[in-house]
């Protein structure tokens, strides 16, 4: 099964290897989403959360809590539960990394 | 600005799509691609939050940012004009004032335009000016609120809800939560009349219907299944398809919605000649190349919204498909964004709705992702202060 895997994520990367360090426009465009409440780059207004320069440890257990449902919200909650757990962890690095 | 041998986009229309659209196809070409926003409008006007200028909890400055963060932080070249034809072989605009625009790429985010034909008795002079929609923030919500203020204690407003998809699906029964919280303590005996031509209410029903028998009981009616005829502007009457005529001392018609006129004239409205496909993967419109479609005007996925909110996330999707393509470089194969609305009950107190949306590759649209998203479990203040937390940073993410 897991050679299966290995073999189909391969055929996956190479459809993919005309794109140009793919992964990190992907993740860019993910973390943009955020934007919309959480500030362009990561920086909120006055009145929610700034997400940039956060630690990645932390950002990512408290996502990993809202998703599991051990941490509630008023919204967080419901939209963590939408992600991977690989979506996730790359959100929190890539704000993580973020200057604030 | 604007000029150069760079790559050229133009967008039209400045909502929560375009203006969005243009910000991030500068930011994300490295302010390589020159961009060109037309926008009749001086500056913007959120339609989220404007229900709360007609309860008189905030005014018109309260919902109105300038265009100048996208010409002095971005860069983008604001025009202040309409698009009145596309040509899309030459890839060129025209503009009312007589110039053109030439384009790479057209992102077209003109909104939603009404369906006057629906309503015949609103082609009488001057019934647009007595009989108000106030369904784009502007001089009618100023003007709507004014008539509220002029009524009479004990009189009637009256608001007819068209049949879905139109922009903002809770924005009706918000507003009706709006009024009658200036009723409630300005013009006691007064009463507000939902007349909705959708069998039941169709966004946040359980939340807003609490709120209007724990908070506003005997002075919010709801009636579903209310699909309006006609408009007698004269007599302010209001005529169903099945039901009696009903007069009010201030009406509000909501009429059919479909997508702005320059899409619609320019052949890319393929839905029920209403709404605009597109690739959801590029925003790029399927009747026509190098022209993209988002916001309001777009035939929307399944279980998307007509949102200020998804809009702006269109507008993100959209420039980085329109910068790689413009590049060299190939789409975003799995986009995956949230939509976030929230609605005020009353003064302070609002409930959401939440979804995430993600490309479905075989299905070859947006679909929600199963058991995530949801709503509030009751109003509270706590998410009123997120909604005007919400809009503070949406208006920056789209315009500054």
């Given amino acids: ?100 | 600005m604007g000029g150069g041998n760079g790559p050229k986009v133009v967008v039209v229309g400045g909502g929560f799509g375009g203006a969005t659209a243009a910000k991030y196809v500068r930011m994300w070409s490295d302010y390589g691609i020159s961009v060109t926003l037309v926008e009749p409008n001086a500056s913007f006007l959120s339609c989220p939050l404007s229900n709360l200028v007609l309860s008189g909890v905030k005014t018109m400055d309260f919902i109105t940012t300038p265009y100048d963060g996208l010409v002095k932080n971005h860069g983008v070249n604001v025009v202040h004009d309409s698009v009145t034809a596309i040509d899309a072989d030459k890839r060129i605009v025209k503009l009312a004032s007589g110039g053109e625009l030439a384009y790479d790429r057209l992102i077209l985010s003109p909104g939603v335009d009404f369906m006057w034909e629906a309503l015949p008795g609103m082609a009488a002079a001057g019934a647009k000016d007595k009989v108000l929609h106030a369904w784009k923030a502007g001089p009618q919500t100023v003007a709507l609120r004014k008539q509220l203020e002029a009524m009479p204690d004990g009189g009637v407003f009256a608001i007819s809800v068209p049949l879905a998809p139109y922009r903002c699906p809770p924005g009706p029964y918000e507003r009706a939560c709006q009024v009658a919280t200036y009723f409630a303590q300005a013009k006691p005996k007064s009463k507000v009349l939902i007349l909705d031509a959708n069998d039941d209410v169709i966004s946040k029903g359980p939340l807003f219907k609490k709120a209007w028998a724990e908070r506003y009981k005997g002075m919010i009616e709801y009636r579903g299944k209310h699909a309006l005829s006609d408009v007698d502007v004269a007599t302010n009457t209001l005529k169903f398809e099945f039901h009696e005529d009903l007069k009010a001392n201030v009406l509000n018609v909501l009429p059919p919605m479909r997508a702005g006129a320059i899409a619609v004239q320019s052949g890319l409205a393929t839905a029920n000649k209403r709404w605009c496909e597109v690739d959801f993967l590029t925003y790029e419109s399927k009747a026509a190349k190098n022209i993209h479609v988002l916001g309001d005007s777009m035939q929307s996925a399944p279980a998307m919204p007509k949102s200020g909110s998804m809009a702006n996330q269109h507008g993100k999707t959209c420039a980085a498909a329109v910068v790689a393509l413009l590049t060299g470089k190939t789409p975003n194969p799995s986009p995956i964004y949230t939509n976030t609305c929230y609605s005020f009950v009353s003064s302070k107190e609002a409930v959401h709705v939440a979804s995430v949306h993600t490309y479905d590759p075989v299905k070859k649209t947006m679909v929600t992702v199963a058991g995530a998203g949801g709503v509030s479990t009751a109003a509270n203040a706590v998410e009123g202060e997120y909604a005007y937390g919400w809009a503070r940073n949406i208006w920056a993410d789209s315009l500054v």
């Fill in chain 1, 1 to 100: 099964m897991k050679k299966v895997d290995r073999f189909f994520s391969g055929l996956v990367l190479a459809g993919l290897c005309s794109w140009a360090s793919a992964d990190a426009l992907q993740v860019r465009s993910m973390a943009a989403g955020c934007a919309a409440c959480h500030g362009t780059h990561g920086m909120a207004a006055p009145g929610m959360d700034d997400l940039a320069g956060t630690k990645k440890e932390i950002l990512l257990k408290r996502m990993q809590d809202f998703k599991s449902g051990k941490r509630t919200a008023t919204v967080m909650h419901q939209l963590a539960k939408g992600y991977s757990d690989e979506q996730l962890e790359q959100l929190a690095s890539y704000f993580a990394a973020l200057k604030n």
